[in-house]
C-alpha cells in the first residue's frame, strides 16, 4: 500500500503536468550533485523545473492527469523538466546545457500540452528554433514581403497602367468603327441583291404589255 508521502508526491507531479506546457524527459545516470545543481540552475533561469524522479510514481501521475503518453519518455533512470512558458525555451535551455558542457544527459522525449511524444530527434529540432520574437519577426517578415512587392508592382506603374487602358479602348473603338462599317457595306449589298430581281420583274412584265400594244397597233395601221 502506498505511504502517504508517495500519494503526495503523486499529486504532486500530476499537478506539475497539468499546469505544464511541456514535459520534458531525460537520462540522469552519471550525473553528479555539482552537475544536477548547475544543470537546475540554468534551466531555471529559463522557468523550468527539473526533477529527478520515480519512475512507479510518474506513471501514475500521468495516468491521474489523463497524460498517459507522458509514460512512453519515462524509462531507465530518469529527470523530467517541467516548463510553464514557451516548449522552445525549455527545450533550447536543457539541449544549450548538455552541449555546453558536454553531459552525458541525452534527451529522451517530450511531451507538449496534451500532444503526442516527440523523439529526442524532435526536441533537439525544437530546441533549435530561434526565440519566439525573433520567429515572429521573421513570419511577418516573410508575409510582408510580397505584399510590398505587389504594392510597388501596383503604384510604381500605374500610369503606364492607365495609358494601356486608354490605348485598349481607342483600339476596341477602331474596332467597332470597322465593324461598322462593314456592316454598312453588308446592308448595301442586300438592298442591291433585293433591288435586282425586282427590276428584271418589272422588266419582264413591260415586255408583254409592249408586245400587245404593237399587236393592236398593227391592224389599226392596216385598216388605214
Not at 555539482?34 to 495516468?63: P, Q, S
Not at 497602367?161 to 473603338?173: D, H, N, V
Amino acid at each position: 500500500m502506498p505511504t502517504q508521502a508517495k500519494m503526495n508526491k503523486v499529486t504532486e507531479l500530476k499537478e506539475k503536468l497539468e499546469r505544464s506546457s511541456i514535459a520534458l524527459t531525460t537520462s540522469c545516470t552519471n550525473i553528479n550533485v555539482n552537475e544536477l545543481n548547475e544543470l537546475r540552475k540554468r534551466t531555471r533561469e529559463a522557468g523550468v523545473e527539473f526533477i529527478i524522479i520515480k519512475n512507479t510514481l510518474m506513471h501514475l501521475a500521468a495516468d491521474a492527469a489523463k497524460k498517459p503518453q507522458v509514460k512512453e519518455i519515462v524509462q531507465g533512470p530518469t529527470a523530467i523538466a517541467f516548463g510553464y512558458a514557451e516548449p522552445v525555451d525549455v527545450a533550447k535551455a536543457v539541449q544549450e546545457y548538455i552541449t555546453s558542457t558536454r553531459s552525458e544527459l541525452t534527451i529522451q522525449g517530450a511531451v507538449i500540452g496534451d500532444g503526442p511524444v516527440l523523439p529526442a530527434s524532435d526536441v533537439i529540432r525544437l530546441a533549435s528554433l530561434p526565440p519566439k520574437p525573433q520567429l515572429v519577426a521573421q513570419l511577418l517578415g516573410q508575409i510582408q514581403a510580397p505584399i510590398y512587392g505587389l504594392l510597388n508592382v501596383l503604384n510604381g506603374p500605374l500610369w503606364n497602367f492607365g495609358g494601356l487602358l486608354q490605348a485598349r479602348i481607342q483600339q476596341m473603338e477602331s474596332a467597332g468603327e470597322v465593324a461598322s462599317s462593314v456592316a454598312t457595306e453588308d446592308a448595301a449589298e442586300v438592298t442591291a441583291e433585293d433591288d435586282a430581281p425586282a427590276a428584271e420583274a418589272t422588266a419582264e412584265d413591260d415586255a408583254p404589255a409592249a408586245e400587245a400594244t404593237a399587236e393592236d397597233d398593227a391592224p389599226a395601221a392596216e385598216a388605214t
